[in-house]
């Protein structure tokens, strides 16, 4: 019954988030490609189609045959919606149609997969590092799924430039199924997944890095598993080879370095914070024969600040949803430190002057950022799309709202965590004085 209502939950939340980048972005205008391309037949054609407006009918036999790397080696997501819009097209569709709708129902699988196999995931790190969360699974898994679906990267994976796909939704399930594989100690599973993930992203790789500290695992056993896994990732690669300049799409990182950071923060937005200081807290409380959770303890920060580095050496940060890989460190630790910090809250923050305070100050703040962002004329406006890009306006703009929310939420948070931190200490001293008295 668990296993009904858990499913039902996340198909719940699957379609709303669908149905959000759907209604949200919806475009009124037949080529309005500023908009979700998913509530724009047109636009999704065009997005999807290398630009061309073509029916899919032409250019999917051209992306088959001449699909550029590294997207030509990321066949497991394609491949599935591709097959789905021949089938779709034999039917009766029309080419547009049988690719929407084929596409559209990957999509919501996949998306689908991700959030359900995240919860399980998350609420397993979460258990493991705190046993006595274990009679509250169920409600973390939910409160995982939530925070998993309402962060950028998801929320609007189909608002440009994010080109979330359903082999991205796929990709993340596969780290999350590699993940439990290797915590449950199925080791078999655990390659067959990698190799499987071989045909999806080469990202997943970030799988191996919890991999090579699981102290519990002999270092033989480790390399091995990890000689497999990447021998068969080159292998694969060499087969067909492909010519590929990552220095191009970085090229983007420096040429808008403000709109980059910018971007990055809006990967995990208020998660980031309680990522790292629930990572900081929680390492020291682990229990010292959990292998698995010591080597994500281990990982943490040299695998973030890898990814963070690789992204920007060599891909365009402000496709968010590539440093969304980076879920299964960040969501746990921010649970885990809100879940510790909520009674130390209640007692020290969460009264009403206090709340009051911290809002009205997030309030002045947030209205401070909007107003740099409203152009002064015509000069102003233009400067500020040189130095912001597609966060700011043209093709896809429009985050400043949405960058607005999540920087007030962390905003919010940090008050929480310093407030807390300034009552405790003066608390202390308070007690240290009396006791002097």
Not at 119 to 140: F, K
Not at 398 to 422: A, C, D, R
Request: proline fraction near 5%; hydrophobic fraction near 55%; aromatic fraction near 18%.
């Amino acid at each position: 019954m668990s296993l009904v209502k858990k499913s039902g939950v996340v198909l719940l939340l699957t379609l709303l988030v669908i149905l959000f980048n759907y209604f949200v972005y919806l475009g009124n205008q037949p080529f309005n490609i500023d908009a979700s391309f998913i509530s724009n037949k047109a636009a999704f054609s065009f997005e999807l189609g290398a630009e061309e407006w073509h029916s899919p009918g032409v250019w999917i036999p051209k992306r088959i045959s001449e699909e550029q790397v590294p997207a030509k080696y990321r066949l497991l997501g394609r491949a599935l919606t591709i097959g789905t819009f021949f089938v779709f097209q034999d039917i009766g569709f029309n080419d547009l149609d049988a690719f929407y709708f084929s596409y559209m129902l990957w999509v919501t699988i996949s998306l689908f997969l991700f959030l359900f196999t995240a919860g399980e995931l998350l609420t397993l790190i979460m258990t493991r590092h705190n046993t006595q969360l274990i009679p509250q699974r169920q409600r973390l898994f939910y409160v995982s799924v939530f925070v998993a679906a309402l962060l950028p990267p998801v929320l609007f994976a189909f608002k440009f430039p994010v080109h979330g796909s359903p082999n991205d939704f796929l990709s993340y399930t596969l780290i999350a199924l590699s993940l439990i594989a290797l915590a449950k100690e199925k080791y078999q599973y655990f390659v067959l997944i990698m190799i499987v993930s071989i045909f999806c992203r080469e990202t997943n790789l970030i799988s191996l890095a919890p991999l090579m500290l699981m102290q519990n695992i002999s270092l033989l056993k480790r390399v091995s598993i990890s000689f497999i896994v990447v021998m068969a990732y080159a292998a694969y690669r060499l087969m067909w080879p492909g010519h590929y300049d990552p220095l191009e799409g970085s090229a983007h990182n420096y040429i808008y370095p403000m709109e980059s950071l910018l971007f990055l923060f809006l990967v995990f937005g208020p998660v980031w914070l309680l990522g790292i200081l629930g990572y900081l807290s929680a390492r020291k409380s682990t229990a010292p024969d959990d292998f698995f959770i010591q080597a994500l303890n281990k990982s943490f920060l040299p695998v973030m600040l890898c990814v963070i580095l690789v992204v920007w050496l060599f891909a365009r940060v402000r496709e968010i949803r590539i440093e969304y890989i980076l879920f299964f460190y960040l969501i746990p630790y921010a649970l885990l430190y809100c879940i510790n910090q909520i009674p130390n809250w209640k007692q020290t923050v969460l009264k009403p002057i206090s709340v009051i305070l911290i809002l009205t100050a997030t309030m002045i703040f947030s209205f401070a950022i909007l107003v740099q962002f409203m152009p002064e004329n015509a000069a102003h406006h233009l400067a500020l799309e040189s130095n912001f890009a597609h966060f700011y306006a043209g093709f896809g703009g429009g985050w400043i709202p949405i960058f607005i929310v999540y920087f007030s939420i962390t905003v919010i948070f940090l008050f929480f965590s310093i407030t807390h931190y300034v009552m405790r200490k003066y608390q202390k001293l308070n007690a240290v004085q009396s006791a002097e008295a």
